[in-house]
C-alpha cells in the first residue's frame, strides 16, 4: 500500500494524491460558488440627497431554489452617478455578477516560526477564487497591504507581494508567503487578513430571480433587481479522480499554450463547468484559416459556458501562452440527439420482472451509457456496444430490436436569421424520413400550420438511396404548399436557402428535424461526410468533426407541436423452446 501511494496512478488517499500532485506544480481546484449576472436598478426616494451611490463586496443578494434560501454578494465594489431616466431619478447597475456563499475573514499573527506559512483557512467551503489576503502592518499600524496570487515564480522578485495556494493533508487549504528572495517577506508582528466567500457550490445553480437583502437608499426605495444570466457554474472541490486526470496533463504544458492538449489542460483545470475540450488547428479547419486555433467547449450537465466564460478564458488562461500571431476562437458545439427504439424479447420463465421493470432496466442502461460512454465532443455510438448493454440487463433477455432517430433542434432565432442555413446529421439518410415539428409559416400574407418533409428526386432509388431530395412545407391538411430547401441523403446535409418561422407551439423556442438513417447505418458518428467530386468510386468521405455531441434523445410525445418520444421501449414475453 506504501509503494501504490507513492505513485499518482495508484494512489487512493486524497493526501497521498494531492501530495504528488503538488511535487509536479498542481493545485487540486477548491469548491467554486455560483455565479449570476443582474442589473441591479435603484430609485431613490426624493428625500434622498446623495448622487452618488456605492455597492460594496458586502452588499446582499438573496434568492431561493426549491425552498432553500441562499445569499449572493458581488466580487467587486460598484459606483453608479444618478441620472434621470424618462422622468425618474435612477442609480443603475448594468451587468453586475453576484456570487453565492457567507462572508468570511480569517486573521493570523505573523511570528519568527511562521514568516512564510501555512495559514491553513479553517473552512473547507472556501471558493479560493474569491481570496482577498491583505497584510496589516501591526496591531497598532493599520497600514494594508494587498497581495496577489501566483501560480509560479516567473517574475516574481523579493519585493513582489504575492502568496501561493495548496491543500494541505487535512483536506483545507493554506497560503504561503515569499522569503524576502523569492516574494515579499512578512515581518514579525504583521497581521494576515484573509476574506473569502465560503459556498454551498452546486445547489445555488440555475436560480433566477433575486432581491436585495437591504435597503441601499432609504427605506421607501425602490429596488428592480433583473437577471441577466442565471447561476450557473457552482461545483463541489476537485475529485481523487480528477486530480489524477489533470495534473500530469498541466504539467506536460509547461505553462504554454502550444499543441492541442496544452489548451485542453489549462481550459479543464481552470474552468470546473466544462465537461471536454476540443481543440484544432487552422490548417484542420473547412475551410482552413491559418492563424488562428479554434475552441469546442462542452459544459458539465446543468451547466452552460457564457460570453464572460469565454472572455475570461482568453484573458486569463490561454491568451498569456498563445505564441504571437495565433488568434484563439471559439465554435459553439454542435449536438445530434439520438432517439431509441427498442424492443426486448425476454423469457418470462426465466424471470420474475415485469415488462414495467424490464423496461425500467434498458431506460437505467440508455441513460448510463450515454452519460458514461458519450455527451462529450466528438464521441461515437457503437451499435455492438450499446447493444450489449442491454443484453446484459437481464439473464432472461433473448433479442433485441435496437433502432435509431436522429434530431437536430434549431432555434427560432438561428432559423430566421437572413442567409442561408445549413445543418448536418453526420450520416446516410433513409428517403421519406426526414420530418419536423408544427410551426407557422407566412406565405403571400397567409399563415399556415406546416411541418417539413423530404421528398426524393427521382433517380434516389432502391436499395442505395443515394442521391438528393426536396425539404416541403406540408399543411396540417395534408398538402404541399412550397419547396423550402434540399437534403442531401447521402451526407445527410440540409440547407434552408431562407426559411422564417413566425411562431411555434406549445411555447417551444425550437423546431426539431427528425430523420432515420439509412438501414446499412449502424454506428452514429460523429464524422462529418462530404462528397469527393474527384474520384468516383469513393463518392462520400468521412472527415473528423471537431466540434460535435451526441447526446440522448430527451423529446417527449407532443400532440400541439408533432413531437414524437425520443425514447421508446417495448417489451415482448416469449417462452423460449429450448
Known amino acids: 500500500m506504501i509503494v501504490n501511494e507513492s505513485f499518482l496512478d495508484s494512489a487512493v488517499k486524497r493526501s497521498s494524491v494531492v501530495s504528488l500532485a503538488k511535487a509536479i506544480g498542481y493545485t487540486p481546484r477548491s469548491r467554486?460558488?455560483?455565479?449570476?449576472?443582474?442589473?441591479?436598478?435603484?430609485?431613490?426616494?426624493?428625500g434622498y440627497t446623495d448622487t452618488i451611490l456605492t455597492i460594496t463586496r458586502d452588499t446582499r443578494f438573496q434568492t431561493s431554489i426549491d425552498g432553500q434560501f441562499y445569499t449572493f454578494f458581488p466580487q467587486t465594489g460598484q459606483f453608479s452617478i444618478l441620472r434621470n431616466f424618462q422622468g425618474r431619478d435612477l442609480f443603475a447597475f448594468p451587468g453586475l455578477k453576484i456570487k453565492e456563499g457567507r462572508r468570511v475573514s480569517n486573521s493570523f499573527?505573523?511570528?519568527?516560526?511562521?514568516?512564510?506559512?501555512?495559514?491553513?483557512?479553517?473552512?473547507?467551503?472556501?471558493?479560493?477564487?474569491?481570496?482577498?489576503?491583505?497584510?496589516?502592518?501591526?496591531?497598532?499600524?493599520?497600514?494594508?497591504?494587498?497581495?496577489?496570487?501566483?501560480?509560479?515564480?516567473?517574475?516574481?522578485?523579493?519585493?513582489?507581494?504575492?502568496?501561493?495556494?495548496e491543500e494541505g493533508a487535512d483536506g483545507l487549504?493554506?497560503?504561503?508567503?515569499?522569503?524576502?528572495?523569492?516574494?515579499?517577506?512578512?515581518?514579525?508582528?504583521?497581521?494576515?487578513?484573509?476574506?473569502?466567500?465560503?459556498?454551498?457550490?452546486?445547489?445555488?445553480?440555475?436560480?433566477?430571480?433575486?432581491?436585495?437583502?437591504?435597503?441601499?437608499?432609504?427605506?421607501?426605495?425602490?429596488?428592480?433587481?433583473?437577471?441577466?444570466?442565471?447561476s450557473a457554474g457552482g461545483v463541489a472541490r476537485e475529485s481523487v479522480d480528477s486530480i489524477k486526470k489533470n495534473a500530469p496533463r498541466y504539467n506536460a504544458t509547461k505553462e504554454r499554450a502550444v499543441t492541442a492538449r496544452d489548451y485542453q489542460s489549462l481550459i479543464l483545470a481552470a474552468n470546473p463547468n466544462i465537461e471536454s475540450v476540443s481543440v484544432w488547428g487552422g490548417e484542420d479547419n473547412d475551410p482552413p484559416i491559418y492563424g488562428k486555433v479554434f475552441?469546442?467547449?462542452?459544459?458539465?450537465?446543468?451547466?452552460?459556458?457564457?460570453?464572460?466564460?469565454?472572455?475570461?478564458?482568453?484573458?486569463?488562461?490561454?491568451?498569456p501562452k498563445t505564441p504571437i500571431a495565433i488568434i484563439p476562437e471559439f465554435v459553439d458545439p454542435e449536438f445530434?440527439?439520438?432517439?431509441?427504439?427498442?424492443?426486448?424479447?425476454?423469457?418470462?420463465?426465466?424471470?420474475?420482472l415485469t415488462s414495467g421493470q424490464i423496461i425500467n432496466l434498458a431506460k437505467e442502461a440508455i441513460t448510463n451509457y450515454f452519460s458514461n460512454r458519450l455527451n462529450s465532443l466528438n464521441k461515437h455510438l457503437y451499435y455492438n456496444d450499446l447493444h450489449n448493454e442491454l443484453l446484459n440487463?437481464?439473464?432472461?433477455?433473448?433479442?433485441?430490436?435496437?433502432?435509431?432517430?436522429?434530431?437536430?433542434?434549431?432555434?427560432?432565432?438561428?432559423?430566421?436569421?437572413?442567409g442561408t442555413y445549413r445543418n448536418t446529421f453526420n450520416a446516410k439518410i433513409q428517403p421519406r424520413t426526414f420530418y419536423s415539428t408544427w410551426f407557422n409559416y407566412e406565405l403571400s400574407n397567409n399563415t399556415y400550420k406546416v411541418k417539413v418533409i423530404d421528398v426524393p428526386d427521382a433517380d434516389v432509388v432502391a436499395p442505395n438511396y443515394s442521391g438528393m431530395g426536396t425539404l416541403m412545407l406540408e399543411g396540417a391538411d395534408g398538402k404541399r404548399i412550397a419547396s423550402i430547401g434540399t437534403i442531401d441523403y447521402d451526407t445527410g446535409?440540409?440547407?434552408?436557402?431562407?426559411?422564417?418561422?413566425?411562431?411555434?407551439?406549445?411555447?417551444?423556442?425550437?423546431?426539431?428535424?427528425?430523420?432515420?438513417?439509412?438501414?446499412?447505418?449502424?454506428?452514429?458518428?460523429?464524422?462529418?461526410?462530404?462528397?469527393?467530386?474527384?474520384?468516383?468510386?469513393?463518392?462520400?468521405?468521412?472527415?473528423?468533426?471537431?466540434?460535435?455531441?451526441?447526446?440522448?434523445?430527451n423529446?417527449?410525445?407532443?400532440?400541439?407541436?408533432g413531437s414524437q418520444s425520443g425514447m421508446v421501449i417495448t417489451t415482448t414475453a416469449r417462452v423460449r423452446e429450448d
Open 493 to 553: 446535409k440540409i440547407v434552408f436557402p431562407d426559411l422564417i418561422v413566425k411562431s411555434t407551439y406549445s411555447n417551444e423556442n425550437v423546431v426539431r428535424f427528425n430523420v432515420i438513417p439509412h438501414e446499412t447505418v449502424k454506428d452514429i458518428k460523429t464524422d462529418i461526410l462530404t462528397r469527393n467530386t474527384i474520384v468516383s468510386e469513393n463518392p462520400i468521405i468521412p472527415l473528423p468533426s471537431r466540434n460535435t455531441i451526441l447526446k440522448l434523445d
Open 173 to 230: 487549504y493554506q497560503v504561503r508567503f515569499g522569503d524576502g528572495v523569492v516574494g515579499k517577506a512578512l515581518e514579525v508582528g504583521n497581521i494576515v487578513i484573509i476574506d473569502y466567500l465560503a459556498t454551498v457550490g452546486a445547489p445555488a445553480n440555475n436560480a433566477r430571480q433575486f432581491s436585495v437583502g437591504q435597503t441601499l437608499t432609504l427605506s421607501t426605495e425602490e429596488v428592480q433587481v433583473q437577471t441577466v444570466q442565471a
Open 555 to 561: 423529446t417527449t410525445f407532443n400532440t400541439n407541436t
Open 295 to 319: 475552441l469546442s467547449l462542452n459544459p458539465v450537465s446543468g451547466s452552460i459556458i457564457t460570453q464572460s466564460d469565454k472572455d475570461k478564458i482568453q484573458a486569463e488562461i490561454i491568451g
Open 32 to 46: 467554486r460558488a455560483a455565479e449570476a449576472t443582474v442589473n441591479l436598478i435603484v430609485f431613490p426616494p426624493a
Open 109 to 165: 499573527i505573523v511570528n519568527s516560526s511562521n514568516l512564510t506559512g501555512p495559514f491553513t483557512i479553517p473552512n473547507a467551503g472556501v471558493d479560493t477564487s474569491t481570496l482577498r489576503v491583505r497584510v496589516q502592518n501591526s496591531a497598532t499600524d493599520f497600514g494594508l497591504t494587498t497581495f496577489t496570487q501566483r501560480d509560479k515564480f516567473i517574475d516574481v522578485k523579493s519585493t513582489t507581494a504575492s502568496y501561493y495556494i
Open 336 to 352: 445530434v440527439y439520438v432517439g431509441i427504439q427498442l424492443n426486448v424479447s425476454y423469457n418470462s420463465k426465466e424471470t420474475g
Open 393 to 418: 440487463i437481464s439473464d432472461a433477455v433473448v433479442s433485441l430490436a435496437l433502432n435509431y432517430r436522429l434530431q437536430k433542434r434549431i432555434t427560432t432565432t438561428d432559423i430566421n436569421a437572413v
